[in-house]
């Protein structure tokens, strides 16, 4: 079925970096923009970045432009967040999220598969 | 601060109706057709349950619904059920590279 995993979540010191993964399966990759998105304790859901399908067209959140790289490897159906100079208010639980129509960004027809999420925690 | 208003909270008796508005600007709700909807149990992934201000995904009853009236838009759950008891995220592109959300409503159901 339709599957999205995340994985790299840890416990980092401020000014620290960490790089959170995403597994993607059933369900062709390439097709895809994907997004990274965010909910830190007690808050409402943020978005991070989004990467569209080759990876040309890339969109970061006001909040760590110039701090996160969102990348993806389409032949091992993976996306990737690497975070760099990390601040407490970056702590939160990270998903990964694909959007509802092939081939369309994530603004247009929201993010209908959600991965489980992975926890960051900056301290 | 979210850019979008949301109600804190709402509530219904099981079977009832209830509403959740989503306010935001020319430049966001109003200005566009793009306005999502998410359900979010704690624990769980969210749920997209409106695209486009009322189109409802593959698999989401049709108890969900969506409009919008100027910068105001809005989520109703009818036939409330213990299940629908969330909280419920709107969300609309800004234009350009922008997107925002609201801050969510906590669905109570009595």
């Known amino acids: 079925q339709v599957q999205l995993v995340e994985s790299g979540g840890d416990l980092v010191k401020p000014g620290g970096s960490l790089r959170l993964s995403c597994a993607a399966s059933?369900?062709?990759?390439?097709?895809?923009?994907m997004a990274w998105m965010r909910q830190a304790p007690g808050k409402a859901l943020e978005w991070v970045s989004f990467?569209?399908?080759?990876?040309?067209?890339?969109y970061y959140a006001d909040s760590v432009k110039g701090r996160f790289t969102i990348s993806r490897d389409n032949a091992k159906a993976s996306l990737y967040l690497h975070m760099e100079s990390l601040r407490a208010e970056d702590t939160a639980l990270y998903y990964c999220a694909r959007p509802l129509k092939p081939r369309s960004s994530p603004y247009y027809f929201g993010l209908d598969v959600w991965g489980q999420g992975t926890t960051v925690a900056v301290s | 601060q979210s850019a979008l208003t949301q109600p804190p909270s709402a509530s219904g008796s099981p079977g009832q109706s209830v509403s959740i508005t989503c306010t935001g600007t020319s430049s966001d709700v109003g200005g566009y057709n793009f306005v999502s909807w998410y359900q979010h149990h704690p624990g769980k992934a969210p749920k997209l349950v409106i695209y486009e201000v009322s189109q409802r995904p593959s698999g989401v009853p049709d108890r969900f619904s969506g409009s919008k009236s100027g910068n105001t838009a809005s989520l109703t759950v009818s036939g409330l059920q213990a299940d629908d008891e969330a909280d419920y995220y709107c969300?609309?592109?800004?234009?350009?590279?922008?997107?925002?959300f609201g801050p969510g409503t906590k669905v109570s159901v009595l």
């Open positions: 969300n609309s592109y800004a234009g350009g590279n922008n997107w925002v």
């Open positions: 059933g369900f062709t990759f390439s097709d895809y923009y």
């Open positions: 990467i569209s399908l080759t990876g040309s067209t890339i």
